[in-house]
T-cell receptor, first 110, second 110 residues
Framework: SQQGEEDPQALSIQEGENATMNCSYK?????LQWYRQNSGRGLVHLIL?????REKHSGRLRVTLDTSKKSSSLLITASRAADTASYFC??????????FGKGTHLIIQP | DTEVTQTPKHLVMGMTNKKSLKCEQH?????MYWYKQKAKKPPELMFV???????INESVPSRFSPECPNSSLLNLHLHALQPEDSALYLC?????????FGQGTRLTVV
């Protein structure tokens, strides 16, 4: 079953703009991760935020986590054409395996 | 070596065929996973192996049969599949929380 819901489902912005994607989940979590997928191939881990953290940065990525609202956001600053991909949040509730959100398809217009 | 290698990349099989998908990692990860991903959907967990033992089977039909011959290899044996089983099959491994994904096998059942 799916844990997360992402919005928007699709996002198209101009190169250089910032992109924000949101994820909501249903159950308590140990951590929340964001993954990127290019053209229906393998997923690449971007960033992990633990349940006791509120914000985390990695390069042009900024992730926030609000456990009271069971939501997270991923901000990509100064977007590039190469950022075009699908982005998924994923939760790990202590059991094995990840449960993914529906994903946001991001298109960066040159 | 931080790669998860999946073979074949593409597979077309008839409903009466038997085929196998293969996955290999040499990162010393003790957890390995199979996910199924339909077009425009998130990956869905199928099986989890922990220390070479099947720990989770997410109610997957018996026409999918996983096997973990050793700590580096994971197979998915396919038999009598249906056209609706056509999807991208992703293998992943992990040590703790971050999952490393292979590029997937694009399976088409005809």
């Amino acid at each position: 079953s799916q844990q997360g819901e992402e919005d928007p489902q699709a996002l198209s912005i101009q190169e250089g703009e910032n992109a924000t994607m949101n994820c909501s989940y249903k159950t308590s979590i140990n951590n929340l991760q964001w993954y990127r997928q290019n053209s229906g191939r393998g997923l690449v881990h971007l960033i992990l935020i633990r349940s006791n953290e509120r914000e985390k940065h990695s390069g042009r990525l900024r992730v926030t986590l609000d456990t009271s609202k069971k939501s997270s956001s991923l901000l990509i600053t100064a977007s590039r054409a190469a950022d075009t991909a699908s982005y998924f949040c994923a939760t790990d509730i202590g059991a094995d395996g990840l449960t993914f959100g529906k994903g946001t398809h991001l298109i960066i217009q040159p | 070596d931080t790669e998860v290698t999946q073979t074949p990349k593409h597979l077309v099989m008839g409903m009466t065929n038997k085929k196998s998908l293969k996955c290999e990692q040499h990162m010393g990860h003790r957890a390995m996973y199979w996910y199924k991903q339909k077009a425009k959907k998130p990956p869905e967990l199928m099986f989890v192996y922990s220390y070479e033992k099947l720990s989770i089977n997410e109610s997957v039909p018996s026409r999918f049969s996983p096997e973990c011959p050793n700590s580096s290899l994971l197979n998915l044996h396919l038999h009598a599949l249906q056209p609706e089983d056509s999807a991208l099959y992703l293998c992943a491994s992990s040590l703790n929380t971050e999952a490393f994904f292979g590029q997937g096998t694009r399976l088409t059942v005809v």
